[in-house]
């Protein structure tokens, strides 16, 4: 029961970062496109955060007003900054790839730059995007094992448990379903990501 529970706290740490990173990164990445000198900027920034490691983000998060303290909530802030990344990457990449002759026929047919991106780039940069909530999904599992540090639950309660009483069998307890879910997440993203590549492939 205890592991059920960790795994559903593990699950919903996980599930409301990404959610909010794509509420987040989508648009950014959007923006990234059609603005190229202030989007880059903001790459460079999602850039500069993937590069600090994730226990030390956790503790510049823990003095923080409103963002920090101890608990789910600096845990939810840092998975989603790491999340950023991918999805706001590969929503410019798909953004780009979208064939240039089919903004020129939807232009000249009368779409607003709005009608544009809602109906015809964004449809079309979908398997990309979605491959960048893959990566963003398997990476927030992975560093969510660190939210334990900060008091923020999840599977990893049982990994620091057991390397502090150098118990490998209490460490697998939470490493093992931890893999576990991030396998099964990149198996079903990764054929939700096929499948829009062959809705995309059809139209």
Excluded: C, W
């Excluded at 592991?3 to 970062?17: K, N, P, S, W």
């Amino acid at each position: 029961m205890n592991l059920l529970r960790l795994t559903g706290e593990h699950l919903l740490i996980v599930v409301v970062a990404v959610s909010i990173a794509i509420a987040a990164g989508v648009p950014l990445g959007t923006f990234a496109h059609r603005r190229r000198g202030a989007g880059g900027i903001a790459l460079r920034i999602t850039d500069a955060v993937q590069t600090i490691p994730s226990l030390a983000m956790f503790g510049f998060l823990i003095p923080l007003p409103f963002i920090g303290g101890i608990g789910a909530r600096p845990a939810i802030v840092a998975l989603v900054l790491y999340s950023l990344l991918p999805i706001v990457r590969s929503t410019l990449v798909g953004l780009q790839r979208v064939d240039p002759h089919v903004r020129e026929a939807a232009t000249a047919m009368g779409m607003t730059g709005r009608q544009l991106l809602m109906q015809i780039e964004l449809p079309l940069a979908t398997p990309a995007i979605v491959a960048g909530i893959r990566i963003a999904v398997v990476t927030a599992i992975g560093v969510a094992t660190i939210a334990a540090a900060v008091g923020g639950g999840g599977l990893g309660t049982l990994i620091f448990r057991g390397v502090a009483m150098v118990d490998t069998r209490l460490i697998l307890s939470g490493a093992l379903p931890a893999a576990l879910l991030a396998l099964g997440a990149d198996v079903v993203l990764t054929q939700v990501e096929r499948h829009f590549a062959r809705k995309r492939g059809e139209a």
